[in-house]
């Protein structure tokens, strides 16, 4: 097992109707700023229970928070929490709207000359100050909720960046199930997969003897299998499906599965050009690129495949190839099952075509991922042209 | 899954070496009272890496805390820290020296006349202050390290009491797996057994369809089977296996298992008082009482014990009766390949004796336990008139 340091100070509040507790949580004072995205919560009742729950609190808010959050609209939140001495932001979203209020947070207090910075020139673990941040969960898939994570895109300087902090660890998150109930059923599909891949991304690698992290990050990949399909039903929701899907998708990236053992991330490093060019849905990009890259790096990240598929994905033959096979198969099947596909030909894409621009998009950004950091633009080419 | 709070700010530095990180995990200008127990901590050069750390800071120190921690030794501690005007508390243990620390930490600004109401009025949740802990873990086995837990004796008036407080949090706690390289098998294995119990507690109840924590406990025991007999060894020490064993147990008692789900902690309920009564230690106590409890309780937790069965001692049989069989026994056979014994005649207790003085120490402390709360000091001789 690698040395480590875990820490992960976030309060988690789970359960029906736990968005009334809002009203306890954050300090009678605050001024705060409920932050959103592209208004659904209007229409699901949800922004009704958070204004409800704050009635006494003197709030403020900013809506149009995008997928992919774009630092433009970010720094005009930011001009908001500074002209209204906002001293508290409140999360209302998914992954982009909890990504998004974590830069926030450290913007708005961020004393040098251009906040992109701290993105840009990773400065987020130096700095010392951010605004509290308090996150209602509607959305389960990235984990923003509980780590210390955010991913913030700059449209005008066609980047995509992500940086760490401590000071951005959400004091509480409310994760209500029933948040879920109007989410359609693609985007439940996508939180599953995504959560999938996060657990892959740091359990697929090699081996380093880390028998606990691995033991937890094999029983979240089998509650995914357990509840997946359960989860996906819309009519009418099932209550614990949607409360294990929340719930595994938390677990899947608050760092306690991550400590201690390497980690891959190429399969996101490679998806996230997938979205910035083709604009396949982050979970798609996913999806498309994992079976491949598994084919791919299947001697390197051979003792890992066969135990994953030998506990995971109940591939038992003993001749190592044919256990491999299979379980790459198996994986891709799971996916299929949930309506996700694995193909870039399956959203008409040209796996060539894709290959040529992808290689060139990664060059530009000195693309280097893998738990062995030997994952190039042309390694990812590779991988793109099988993905048919 | 039943609703819940998750919330646990401790920082835990894992790896060998990681001791000297002492120095800079304590403010410069703290006044530090390193506590221990009996003193092994200065023969096997754990004292004297603790002492290098922090050689520029103020450093007093309190020895002498027994296993179940006694209230007056607790409250001498107490008087030191007034006396000394300490404000950092530095557990240097196992669980008796961290749970006693936590004590201290809040007694030691308590305003109130009689610091035992603390752990008998059960004020732990409602007081505000305590001092900061910090811990170096010497001994794996409660989890105390990374949760809000504390339990007590007050040997003056025959108590062994518990209390609960978010402020009783350590700030810190170091996990360094070669601080284990001096402890007798015995005690590894008693280690083990406690975190494997913990386990159970929390999960060998009823299901709740809370998958999420249940395949989190299972990859936890799982764990625990596949690392025990290399944690085992002592000569020498195999590092990976003395690092899962740190972490498992941990992990077993952080709260992450337990959220959500209803717990039992009969097991440990009835060996307090083994331990009470007959000096047992706390995890031989467990082990005599818990397969008995199991054949005690086996239609009420038949769902449970067939899962458990199957997905972590892979008794498969299709026959129900038959798989819970197999499943106490395997657990038994378990326990005795790590050499724990699992009746009181092991111990050369009489099985009806114990169950009859149990009885009445039970019925004068009016314990009822158990997920249904239907454990009663009756229920507890019946099982350990079994236990032979």
Known sequence: MNDFQF???????????????????????????????????????IYMQVADALRKHELFEFGGIEPNPDYATLMKAVKLVKKNKIDFLLAVGGGSVIDGTKFISIASLYKGEDPWD??????????????????????????SEMNRNSVISNREKGQKRSFGSEKVYPKFSILDPKATYSLPKEQIRNGLVDAYVHILEQYLTYPVDAVVQDRQAEGLLLAIHEIAQQALKTDPPNYDARANYMWVCTNALNHLI???????WSTHGIGHALTALYGLAHAESLAVVLPWLLWYKREQKQEKLLQFGYRVLDQKMQKYSERIDRTIEALSAFFHSMGMPTTLTAYGLDPDKVAEEVQAHLEAEGFTRGEHRDITAVDAAAILRMSR
Do not use: C, E, W
Not at 132 to 140: A, F, H, K, N, Q
């Open 7 to 45: 820490y992960n100070p976030t309060r988690i509040i789970f359960g029906a109707g736990s968005i009334a507790k809002l009203k306890k949580l954050i300090p009678g004072k605050a001024r705060v700023l409920l932050l959103y995205g592209g208004g659904s919560i209007k229409k699901n009742g």
């Open 118 to 143: 701290i993105v840009s020139q990773g400065l987020g673990s130096t700095l010392k100050k951010a605004l509290p941040i308090g996150v209602v969960l509607t959305m389960p898939a990235t984990g």
């Open 258 to 264: 991550g400590v201690g053992v390497p980690q891959d």
